[in-house]
């Protein structure tokens, strides 16, 4: 058998080097590769629609690690390269080049790619996805010459991208298929809050419209909505969610459906190999354990930490809390639990006052918090959430009594 290294880790994004960092804490001694398709050390992300993206942060400032860093500890990176097979029972992966590197432990740490639209035009010049750092490059180059953006999505990434370019004074229109912008994943009172936000920012925020085609000869020029109506664009970004990056692994046999089956400890249905991360689906505590894939830094984070363990020959089951965040203008929002399923919303504070939050309960317990410029809350609320305390609505409610008061007071 091949044994090229002790751990291979795919994938150079959070998961990935969280892995590698923590393997290394954990005075693990062995051999770490890392391989990974883009060209950059491993870099956050997040801040590609926020700080990088409005120009407030330069690159430098986005590497997770600098270079001396992870030279003085021994990873090694093998960049540029995308690993396109996976043999596990022979421990081995194939590389686009048909390179063949053996490995003892696989760490499959790819994340995904973005969802891309379908209709006519979803390849011309000016339509993009906000993934990667060239992704952002691409865009910011092109800003000079951009006066009309639509984005495709009310979702983080699309309300995102929306504040900083209308920061930047260009005429934004923002597309969203259902009646609301974060559907999916918060409670109406966000969403209604957020679209008078953009609104009030002079975003065009258009709810239950479908997009038809995109038109233009080479590059963009608009987008033509199903009612036949054409919107001008010379910029088109396109945010609707990723597709886990994982069938070199399903196709090795892996167990998969919207990204790989990983247990406890992050193990995959695949001897020795791992999966963490974005394209990692998961049994979470706080979805009632139905499987889920979060997409989040933490979630990365905390997944890296788990699958170290497991490496380490020290496994814990993987239970932490989820957590998110976002910016939008001057808005800090973040969220703590999972809203999945929840049947009762209560909103504490004035939303008027640009300062609340929104609390989702199922069956009486609190499940999640959504804080907006609600720092406290957030801190506070977190312990109501892990313990899915049942309180007193009322007191819930009522934002001069503080939620760490309502933590004493929860019944179990
Ligand atoms: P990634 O960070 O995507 O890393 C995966 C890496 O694997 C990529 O570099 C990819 O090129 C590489 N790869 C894929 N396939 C292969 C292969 N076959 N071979 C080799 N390499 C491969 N989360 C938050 O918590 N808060 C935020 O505010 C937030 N904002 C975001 C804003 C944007 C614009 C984006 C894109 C994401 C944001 N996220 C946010 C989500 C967060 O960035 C992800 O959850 C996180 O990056 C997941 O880490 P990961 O390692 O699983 O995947």
Redesign the pocket.
């Known amino acids: 058998m091949r044994n090229d290294t002790d751990v291979l880790i795919?994938?150079?994004?959070?998961?990935?080097a969280a892995c590698a960092i923590a393997l290394r804490q954990g005075k693990f001694e062995g051999r770490i590769l890392v391989?990974?398709?883009?060209p950059d050390l491993p870099y956050e992300?997040?801040p590609?629609?926020k700080e990088y993206f409005g120009g407030d942060k330069p690159f430098e400032r986005l590497l997770i690690r600098p270079e001396a860093f992870w030279v003085e500890r021994n990873v090694t990176f093998k960049l540029g390269?995308?690993?396109?097979s996976v043999d596990a029972a022979a421990h081995t992966v194939t590389t686009e080049s048909g390179e063949v590197i053996g490995y003892r432990h696989l760490v499959w740490?790819?994340?995904?790619a973005p969802r891309r639209v379908s209709c006519d035009g979803h390849h011309l010049a000016g339509v993009n996805t906000?993934?990667?750092r060239a992704d952002a490059d691409r865009m910011m180059a092109e800003m000079p010459n951009v006066s009309n953006v639509v984005v495709i999505g009310g979702g983080?990434?699309g309300l995102?991208a929306a504040a900083v370019l209308s920061k930047f004074g260009k005429k934004v229109v923002l597309l969203e298929a259902l009646d609301r912008v974060l559907a999916r994943v918060a409670g109406e009172p966000l969403s209604r809050f957020l679209e008078a936000e953009h609104r009030a920012h002079g975003v065009d925020v258009r709810l239950g419209v479908a997009v038809d085609c995109i038109l233009g000869e080479d590059r963009v020029t608009g987008v033509r909505l199903a009612d036949g109506e054409v919107l001008q664009a010379d910029l088109v970004i396109v945010g609707i969610g990723i597709v886990p990056?994982v069938e070199?692994l399903v196709a090795a046999g892996a167990e998969g459906g919207n990204g790989v089956a990983v247990d406890a400890h992050c193990r995959t249905t695949l001897p020795d190999v791992f999966a963490?991360?974005?394209?990692a689906r998961h049994a979470n505590r706080y979805a009632e354990g139905a499987q889920v894939r979060l997409?989040?830094?933490?979630?990365?984070n905390d997944q890296a930490s788990v699958a170290t363990k497991a490496i380490l020959g020290q496994p814990i089951d993987h239970d932490a809390t989820p957590w998110?965040?976002?910016n939008q203008y001057d808005i800090k929002l973040q969220t703590v639990g999972l809203s999945i399923g929840y049947d009762q919303t209560v909103v504490r504070g004035d939303i008027a006052s640009r300062s609340f939050s929104v609390i989702y309960l199922k069956a009486g317990r609190v499940v999640a918090l959504d804080c907006v410029n609600a720092v406290k809350d957030y801190v506070q609320g977190r312990k109501l959430v892990v313990e899915g305390a049942r309180v007193d609505v009322a007191r819930l409610a009522d934002a001069t009594t503080p939620l760490k008061d309502l933590v004493t007071e929860a019944v179990s």
């Open positions: 795919v994938g150079a994004g959070h998961a990935g391989v990974g398709a883009e992300r997040p590609l629609s390269t995308t690993v396109t740490a790819t994340g995904g906000v993934r990667t983080y990434i995102e990056a070199p963490i991360g974005d394209c997409e989040s830094v933490q979630n990365a998110f965040w976002s």
